[in-house]
């Protein structure tokens, strides 16, 4: 058996938004926000349900999962596999235009319902070890949550290293679905409940469409592509870094030889500068004061 790997963004909204398998979606999100009893959800509304997506404009598609449920609470899930600058703010737009959109000019604020986004990483966000980070609006003197209009959730899944027989909660498994599912080749004993297997089946790489395996072999290969371009980059800038460092090493070598009184051959043997490099140190260019 082989699976898809869930964090591939085509896979995930394949997996979490599809309509006629709903338990999914509502299985994670009560792991994830644990609800229980009567704040358990029991039913829920894919805003933006999977469609299997032309390649030619998989670019300008939404990989978001996006969902209502009865009492009106918006839950947006979107699965990051790179880190991007600005990537927290961006969650933040997400969240508030989700949350602005739901009333036209003139409408009542009241009719304003309780906006959710939980971003799964795959990489590591937050200074601190926990996987799980929530994050709620807090009064400071009262640590009492009196607005509760906008919530982040952040799964970081770097920092979970449970393995298959230390799982013990519901949401620890889905960590798990989400962050090992791509490597395994039989369903886990862990997947215990109708909406995990689901999940599984779902992820099952012989139940997709030919067209589908394009689409989610495509993202990955792009994904492959911006990550390539981002270590790229990185690398990039550090050679410079350490280009700078070294320079700026020589630069302060040169500096104490000449308040040593030292000749410029030593100091050029020692240091690596030139003799013009060397000049400049001894004389810098006045300063003008405008």
């Given at each position: ?178 962050k090992n599912a791509g490597e395994l080749e039989v369903v886990p004993a862990?997947?215990?409940?109708p909406a995990l297997r689901s999940a599984y089946e779902s992820a099952n790489h012989f ?84």
């Amino acid at each position: 058996m082989k699976f898809v790997n869930p964090k591939n963004d085509v896979a995930f909204k394949k997996i979490f938004g599809n309509e006629k398998k709903k338990e999914i979606l509502i299985s994670f999100l009560n792991a994830v926000l644990d609800l229980r009893g009567n704040k358990e959800i029991t039913d829920i509304e894919i805003l933006n349900p999977w469609q299997s997506p032309k390649i030619e404009g998989l670019k300008y598609t939404l990989l978001d999962v996006r969902a209502k449920d009865k009492g009106g609470v918006t839950f947006i899930v979107e699965m990051q596999v790179e880190r991007a600058a600005g990537l927290r703010k961006r969650f933040a737009y997400y969240a508030a235009k989700a949350y602005s959109s739901q009333i036209r000019r003139g409408e009542e604020y009241p009719k304003l319902n309780q906006v959710i986004f939980i971003g799964i990483l795959d990489f590591e966000e937050f200074e601190n070890e926990h996987w799980l980070n929530r994050h709620i609006l807090v009064n400071t003197e009262t640590c009492t949550q009196d607005i509760k209009d906008l919530e982040f959730d952040f799964i970081e899944l770097p920092k979970f290293h449970r393995k298959e027989n230390e799982l013990r909660t519901v949401l620890e498994k889905w960590v798990y679905f989400i962050k090992n599912a791509g490597e395994l080749e039989v369903v886990p004993a862990n997947a215990d409940t109708p909406a995990l297997r689901s999940a599984y089946e779902s992820a099952n790489h012989f139940g997709w469409t030919p067209d589908e395996l394009e689409v989610y072999e495509y993202w990955g290969i792009r994904s492959q592509d911006e990550r390539g371009k981002l270590q790229a980059s990185f690398e990039k800038g550090e050679q410079k870094g350490k280009q700078e460092g070294i320079r700026e090493k020589a630069v302060e070598t040169a500096r104490k030889m000449l308040s040593d009184g030292l000749g410029t051959d030593m100091i050029m043997k020692y240091s690596g500068l030139s003799a013009d490099e060397i000049l400049s140190l001894k004389n810098p260019p006045e300063r003008r004061i405008i």
